[in-house]
């Protein structure tokens, strides 16, 4: 979501709350439980699912390796829910005109560094930088450069953003800023 004013330009990020973590978190989670499920009933002998017979499956190797398979996942399962419960990745950017002020902030994992505020001012803008690579794995991501910084991303890597649509945002973003767009 964006807001803009005459001198203010304010940019929501989403982060992990996005419906695609949501659907491989639930997914990864009832995988491997169904896979700790399989090899538990082998352990023990009886059919705790009834879609699989556990005389099918003998516990060593089969059912060992599937609880192995099974823990993994749930790890895996939970991390990516902490991830999404912790909102990681989320923020805003904020750019202020008539205060001459950059603001880029974005929730972290948490810690001493859970919250990650940058602050520059706009004369400390060289360009608007646009950096595309296209193929099977296609990546746009809009980048803003700073004096004696670099280059800070201003757009995932993953937001599967059209040419045209990040051609649009850089071109309004280095308008209001001011400053060149430079193409990689």
Known sequence: MIWRS???????IVGSRKISNFCWAFLLFLGSLGFVLVGTSSYLGKNLISLVSSQQIHFFPQGLVMSFYGIAGLFISSYLWCTISWNVGSGYDRFDRKEGIVCIFRWGFPGKNRRIFLRFRMKDIQSIRIEVKEGIYARRVLYMEIKGQGAIPLTRSDDNLTLREI???????AYFLRVPIEVF
């Open 6 to 12: 005459e001198h203010i330009w304010i940019e929501l």
């Open 167 to 173: 051609e649009q945002k850089a071109a309004e973003l």
